[in-house]
Structure formats: C-alpha cells, structure tokens
C-alpha cells in the first residue's frame, strides 16, 4: 500500500498539519507562533491558523494546492513561500496557490520536476506581484522562464541553477527591472550563450556565472559596455577562462566593481600570491576581488610587482595593460 506522502499531499493538508496547535503552540510576538481565531459560524475553516508572514514548506511532499478558499484564509498575509523539494508537476496547481496569496514577494521552488509543464493562458498573473524567484534544479525550460519573466514587471532577483542549459533562448522583449541572475551550475561554455543575458536583462546588477566552464570571452571591447550597462559584480569561479586577454575585457564593463574568478585555468601556474596581484593589477576600476576589498596600498603594491612579473618579457607576450 503506497503512503500519503508518494500518493502526494495538499498544501493545505501540510499547513494544517505544521501549524496545528500541538505540533507549533501559541507564542507571543509577531510571526513567533500560531493564533487560534474563532471563525464565523459556518465558516468552511473551523479554525483558522494565523501563519508566519514566511512560510516554510520545503520537503513535504506537496504536489496540489488543496482547497483555494482555505489557501486564501491561511495565506493572506504571508510574504515569503518556500515550496523547495516537493513533487509539483503541474504550473497550473503552483498558480492556484499564488492566486490566493495577493502579497507574496518571495517564492522559492526549488527541486520540483516541472521539466516540461506549462501554464495555461491567463494563469501567469498569479505570478505578477513577485520580486525574488528561485527555479534551481527544475529543469524548467527558457520558454517557461520567458512567460513567468513576461507577467512578473518588479521582478528583481532570479535563481536558474543546476537545471542543464547548454544554451539561451533569447526572448523577443527584454526585462530591465531584473538587477540579480543567478544560474549557476549549468553547461554554458560559450560566450555567444552569455551575451545573450545582456540582451534579455538589460539591468543586470550581478551576474553569477560560476561553475559553467564558460571558455572565453569573445566580445569585441566597443559592445561589451553597451552589452552589460549596469553590471556591478560578476562571479567566474571555476569557469575555463585560460587567457589574460579574457580578464583584460572585463575592463570594458563600465559599473564594474566586483569580481569573483577563482578555480580558473588561467591561474593554475601562480602562488595564490602571485594570482591576487596579477588579478588586482590587471583590474585597476575593480574595487573587491574574491570577496576582499582591495586597499589603495594592495593595489599600488600589485602594480610593482605586476610591473617587476613582466619586466624581462618580449614585448609580443606582455599583456594589454
């Protein structure tokens, strides 16, 4: 006999369950416990549970909504919804949840197959009011992430890691309100896939690329500011960059300030000393390299011994800067 959990569970059955007054009794303080509140006579809620503002539901093997008034009396309030390793299949169930929940800002659905869902049309406006999305490991497709992109106009933060992107579908409009992209962990190891990014999110403030093998980075030095206007920070960790000519292009991001590049090819060679001055000094608008602030003296001792490193080099192999 399969259990409830593989046969799948509502998300009002699992609100109903956590937040019962057994299993989390009542504290004082706001968002600190669960308040009882007597309901109108036959009201379809005997008692109605006032939850945290955010709701944490990750693992719990939810895979529907459940009754959507009941959603619409628990959830009104709430700001935050993790819904992270559960066993949504179907967008159209996800968005009955968010249509009830007119004050969500943060959803988080991570580890849920959704490869290959799609949501009917209309029903993306559910998704309207959220500023911070995170789709890693979901296999969602570029399409999906277009159409929910498309209906959420204050969408701020994306997450789409770990779910196998060779390449990037471009859309046919942009999203400029979009400041933070996170896609991690994914197979995207040429430029011509990257730059398309910056052409979709044309107000990218942070881009974190690590762990993508990404090759180089083939643009010419004219387009690269025009490409990426508004990028502060970048994360390059353990991508196959092997060429200081690469590095070298990150000059021409006109807002760059923050750079992460480590498990590189390019600075296997080098002493973690050697690395950090190379770096600082082939990245003199670069104000925090690998998470460290880089201090007027650090950068005026990296430009020495950039100097001292290249000084016996034949003039073809010195680098631009």
Known sequence: METEETEGRTLVQVISEKYSPENFPYCRGPGAGVVIRSSPQGSPVKDRLNLPSILVLDGCGITEA????????FCAHVVELDLSHNHFKDWGEISKILSNIPNLDFLNLSMNPLR???LEPGTAEAFSGLRRLVLNNTYVTWDMVHTLTRETPELEELFLCLNEYESVSVSSISYPSLRLLHITDNQLQEWVEVRKLGLIYPGLV??????????????????LHRLFPNLRSINLHNSGLSRWEDIEKLNFLPKLQEVRVMGI??????TDQERRCLMVAQLPNV???????????????AERFFIRYHQDCPEDELPQR
Do not use: C, F, K, M
């Open 66 to 73: 459940g009754d959507e008034e009941e959603v619409a009396t």
């Open 116 to 118: 290959g869902s799609s």
């Open 206 to 223: 942070s881009l974190i690329l690590a762990n993508n093998s990404l090759s180089s980075i083939h643009e010419p030095e004219d387009s």
């Open 265 to 270: 090819p390019l600075l296997q060679p080098y």
């Open 287 to 301: 104000t925090v390299l690998n998470g460290s602030v880089v201090t007027d003296g650090e950068r005026e001792d």
